[in-house]
T-cell receptor, first 115, second 119 residues
C-alpha cells in the first residue's frame, strides 16, 4: 500500500517569513495530493490540492509543488501569519473517480508562527 | 454546502460498555464515508471505508467485530465501539464523499470529530 512520509515534524517560523513542508510517497500510481490544516481538537480542513498532471498550484499565500519523478510534493506558505499556526497534513491517493478512494496521510507537521 | 456532522462531540464511558458515534452528511448524499482514528499528536489513521448498503471495508489491523460500522442511508453512517477499553480512547473522525459531483475526484468532507474517553 501507499506510504507517505512528512518532514519536518515541527517547524517554527518568524511571522512574515516562509514555511516549507515536504512529503514523499511510495506508490507511483498515486495521482492526487491534498494538504490539510488541523487546529487543535478540530476537523482537518482542505487548504490546497494538486493532481499529478500539474507541477505547481498556487492559491494566494499557499502553493504546492509536485515532482512525480522523485515522488515528492511540498507545501509552501509565504508571508506567514499567526493564524497559520496549526498542524498540517499531506496526503496521497490513487483516484479513479469513483469516490471511494482512500487517502493515506503523512505524519503531520506542527507549524508555529512566532510573532 | 458539504457539511458533515458527528454526534456526540465527546463521550465518556466505562470500560466494557459500547458507544455509538453517528456521522451525517447534512446537505448532500454520500455513497462513501470513511472512519478515522487519531491519537494525540498523531496522524489520521483510516479504520474503515463505509459504503451505503454494503459491508464496510476494514483496514488491516482493525477488528471488525469491535468496531461495527453501519451505513444505513446515503446520509448516515454509524460506528459502534463495542466492549470499549481505555486503549480505545481517541479522537474519531468521519468523512463523507458527495455522490455524483461530476468531478474526477470527490473531495472528502470531514466531520468535527468525536472524542471518546474510556475509563
Amino acid at each position: 500500500g501507499e506510504n507517505v512520509e512528512q518532514h519536518p515534524s515541527t517547524l517554527s517560523v518568524q511571522e512574515g517569513d516562509s514555511a516549507v513542508i515536504k512529503c514523499t510517497y511510495s506508490d507511483s500510481a498515486s495521482n492526487y495530493f491534498p494538504w490539510y490544516k488541523q487546529e487543535l481538537g478540530k476537523r482537518p480542513q482542505l487548504i490546497i490540492d494538486i493532481r499529478s498532471n500539474v507541477g505547481e498550484k498556487k492559491d494566494q499565500r499557499i502553493a504546492v509543488t509536485l515532482n512525480k519523478t522523485a515522488k515528492h510534493f511540498s507545501l509552501h506558505i509565504t508571508e506567514t501569519q499567526p493564524e497559520d499556526s496549526a498542524v498540517y497534513f499531506c496526503a496521497a491517493s490513487n483516484v479513479f473517480g469513483f469516490g471511494n478512494e482512500k487517502l493515506t496521510f503523512g505524519t503531520g507537521t506542527r507549524l508555529t508562527i512566532i510573532p | 454546502g458539504a457539511v458533515v456532522s458527528q454526534h456526540p462531540s465527546w463521550v465518556i464511558c466505562k470500560s466494557g460498555t459500547s458507544v455509538k458515534i453517528e456521522c451525517r452528511s447534512l446537505d448532500f448524499q454520500a455513497t462513501t464515508m470513511f472512519w478515522y482514528r487519531q491519537f494525540p499528536k498523531q496522524s489520521l489513521m483510516l479504520m474503515a471505508t463505509s459504503n451505503e448498503g454494503s459491508k464496510a471495508t476494514y483496514e488491516q489491523g482493525v477488528e471488525k467485530d469491535k468496531f461495527l460500522i453501519n451505513h444505513a442511508s446515503l446520509t448516515l453512517s454509524t460506528l459502534t465501539v463495542t466492549s470499549a477499553h481505555p486503549e480505545d480512547s481517541s479522537f474519531y473522525i468521519c468523512s463523507a464523499v458527495e455522490l455524483g459531483t461530476g468531478s474526477s475526484y470527490n473531495e472528502q468532507f470531514f466531520g468535527p470529530g468525536t472524542r471518546l474517553t474510556v475509563l
